[in-house]
């Protein structure tokens, strides 16, 4: 069993579409982080949430943690194919821990 | 990008045989990861270093130990290779507090 359970893990849209990806968990985490994984890349870290209820904005990508810090989401608005990639959510227990991640693809 | 190199980037082995991954960094950061990447599981944790000598298992532990020697460098090793430990192997780096990881580019293993 997955400390962090992402959903959906795979999801294929249109360009233009709006999409949300979520990040839940049992466990409280002092902060959340999200990261996306290119092909034959690391994962790149997109955003650290640390405030219960915190909403940031990076572009089109919208991030909230859950007001408990249990849980997170992102949503994309007006998806593009340069959107498309793994997106991973991360937290600290003892040490960080992924979710499986969402493959997100975008067609033209 | 964060200063972080894997070394090699693709390998492939025979079941049985010892196999080391390295990963060097130039950042001087105090934490450093090891972790395996297959479809399905996400990334899980392998093991974990705090410090020159200080290290701590992580959730897939067994069949691997590490060692550091130095701040930059961060060795993996799995004794005798199994085909079940066929992954992507990604290194990572994180400083203080919440700073988050600086990721390689990941060592592709084939064990055969």
């Known amino acids: 069993t997955q400390l962090l359970e992402q959903s959906p893990q795979f999801l294929s849209i249109q360009e233009g579409e709006n999409l949300t990806v979520y990040c839940n968990s049992s466990s409280v985490f002092s902060s959340l982080q999200w990261y996306r994984q290119e092909p034959g890349e690391g994962p790149v870290l997109l955003v650290t949430v640390v405030t219960g209820g915190e909403v940031k904005k990076l572009k089109r990508l919208t991030f909230q943690f859950g007001d408990a810090r249990k849980d997170s989401s992102l949503h994309i608005t007006a998806a593009q194919p340069g959107d498309t990639g793994l997106y991973l959510c991360?937290?600290?227990?003892?040490?960080?821990?992924f979710g499986a991640g969402t493959r997100l693809t975008v067609k033209p | 990008d964060a200063g972080i190199t894997q070394s090699p980037r693709h390998k492939v082995t025979e079941t049985g045989t010892p196999v080391t991954l390295r990963c060097h960094q130039t950042?001087?950061?105090?934490?450093m990861y090891w972790y395996r990447q297959d479809p399905g599981h996400g990334l899980r944790l392998i093991h974990y270093s705090y410090g020159v000598k200080d290290t701590d298992k992580g959730e897939v532990s067994d069949g691997y130990s590490v060692s550091r020697s130095k701040t930059e460098d961060f060795l993996l090793t799995l004794e005798s290779a199994t085909s079940s430990q066929t992954s992507v192997y990604f290194c990572a780096i994180r400083g203080q507090g919440t700073s988050p990881l600086h990721f390689g580019n990941g060592t592709r293993l084939t064990v055969t």
């Open positions: 991360a937290g600290v227990v003892n040490d960080m821990r």
């Open positions: 950042e001087n950061h105090r934490y």
